[in-house]
């Protein structure tokens, strides 16, 4: 992977303004803690930071000055801790959400975006529309909750007169937004570079799995699947996030065409289920060595070293 060039001329005075774009994925979005680690070490520290799905949830956090304490908790979760935070639902989506939003409030973030340490800022979709929606403003949780609904499998947010979901319908990677945020060099990640055709081929313990999951979500509604029925079938919750990943990498590689980052860091994350939130210590690990991989094009953009000083250091070693 090589570096794009940058789309705006930067004056030899002023060193550039560093956005940092954190793309959609799931479970595979605690890669995102190892690039951000990586990057710091490396003496890069984003001005700016934007996020869709997953990557506004670290987004978040990494805005807030919290990065350490999420991957402390990343690293230490469990398959039985991922389904502690899951409340089922019989309405439009499998899960409320508002356990896990309520969880992110009270160990993460729970403040407006004015608060945070760096400008910020998610994409979400709106349902009615199909519109992208950047959200700037107001509470950064609920933001967030809205950026990571999934259609199918989290309940959509009511927000003004309609209602949000996922980001990744419309921009998994929003280099866009951050360049309208004032970004002169961006950064993104990509966390579903090497995905498609992977993901349902995935050596699983079957407790610690979709299909485990989707039996548990079955069983509280009172219903079991028929006898061999998993084992010839991938699981529902499998099916609707791997769909979703797939139209996500094509709309990525559409967007990414005509919107390109500086610098795309691929983390090689096929291995990782979408579900798989209890590998963290994996998606960690291979965020770290996507950014080594890069470490040659990052060394070449001039004045990405240190940002222009205004970062708040997150994420220093």
């Known amino acids: 992977m090589s570096a794009l060039p940058a789309t705006s001329v930067i ?4 060193k550039p303004t560093i956005g940092l774009v954190l793309g959609s994925g799931s479970a595979r979005g605690w ?3 190892g ?5 710091a070490e490396a003496g890069i520290v984003p001005d700016i930071v934007c996020g869709c799905s997953i990557g506004a949830f670290v ?9 350490e304490k999420l991957e402390s908790w990343v690293s230490a979760l ?6 502690s935070l899951l409340d089922m639902s019989l309405t439009s989506g499998l899960i409320k959400g508002e356990k896990l939003i309520q969880f992110f409030e009270r160990h993460f973030v729970n403040r407006d975006f004015h608060d945070l340490g760096l400008p910020f800022a998610v994409v979400a ?6 519109r992208e929606r950047w959200l700037r403003e107001g509470n950064v949780a609920q933001a967030v909750r809205a950026s990571i609904a999934i259609p199918g499998l989290f309940t959509p947010v009511a927000y003004e007169n309609g209602y949000l979901v996922d980001g990744g319908l419309v ?16 950064i993104a990640v990509d966390l579903c570079a090497d995905v498609v055709g992977s993901a349902l081929k995935q050596p699983v313990i079957e407790e610690e799995s979709e299909a485990g999951w989707t039996r548990r979500i079955l069983a509280r509604f009172g219903k079991t699947p028929a006898e061999g029925e998993t084992a010839r079938l991938p699981s529902l919750v499998s099916v609707v996030a791997t769909g979703i990943h797939i139209m996500q990498v094509r709309i990525a590689r559409s967007r990414l065409a005509g919107e390109p980052a500086d610098v795309l860091i691929a983390p090689r994350l096929a291995r990782i289920g979408p579900l798989d939130y209890h590998r963290g210590v994996e998606a960690i690990a291979e965020g770290r060595a996507a950014v080594e991989r890069m470490r040659h094009v990052i060394e070449a953009m001039p004045g990405l070293k240190n940002g222009n000083g205004s970062g708040n250091g997150n994420g220093a070693a």
Request: charged share 20%; glycine share 8%; net charge negative.
């Open 11 to 14: 004056p030899a005075a002023r």
């Open 31 to 33: 890669a995102h803690i």
């Open 59 to 67: 987004g978040a956090v990494y805005a807030d000055g919290d990065i």
């Open 171 to 186: 921009n998994p990677i929003p280099v866009s937004l951050c360049r309208a945020l004032g970004a002169d060099v961006v």
């Open 35 to 39: 690039v951000i680690r990586a990057l």
């Open 78 to 83: 469990t398959w039985k801790d991922v389904v």
């Open 125 to 130: 979709t709106d349902l009615a529309t199909g």
